[in-house]
Nanobody, 124 residues
Framework: QVQLVESGGGLVQAGGSLRLSCAAS????????MGWFRQAPGKEREFVAA????????FYADSVKGRFTISRGSAKNTVYLQMNTLKPEDTAVYYC?????????????????WGQGTQVTVSS
């Protein structure tokens, strides 16, 4: 089973940028779509972005569209989330997840493997 490890989180001021990475160990996830989700304190986990297995199809939550970009590394065992123009409401623990299929999906139940998460805090 693949293990996913997120990195790149931290504290940033509003308007700043961060780049999250998700690396796989155990095997690559090149055949599956990948997604990023986030969970803020006291809130349910929500979808952020997804990318299909080949990297040519992406899907974003309305709240991050135009500010965040999801991409896959050339080695197919890393996925990134570039976050620009960050807002305090983006503060959350961010999780990467491997889908059960190759197509994008915003639904958490379409994802089989999850990382442990990385904290992103945006100060105002």
């Amino acid at each position: 089973q693949v293990q996913l490890v997120e990195s790149g989180g931290g504290l940033v001021q509003a308007g700043g940028s961060l780049r999250l990475s998700c690396a796989a160990s155990g095997r690559t996830f090149s055949s599956y779509a990948m997604g990023w989700f986030r969970q803020a304190p006291g809130k349910e986990r929500e979808f952020v972005a997804a990318i299909n297995w080949s990297g040519d199809s992406t899907f974003y939550a309305d709240s991050v569209k135009g500010r965040f970009t999801i991409s896959r590394g050339s080695a197919k065992n890393t996925v990134y989330l570039q976050m620009n123009t960050l807002k305090p409401e983006d503060t959350a623990v961010y999780y990467c997840a491997e889908a059960k299929y190759g197509r994008v999906s915003p639904r958490s139940y379409d994802y089989a493997n999850w990382g442990q998460g990385t904290q992103v805090t945006v100060s105002s």
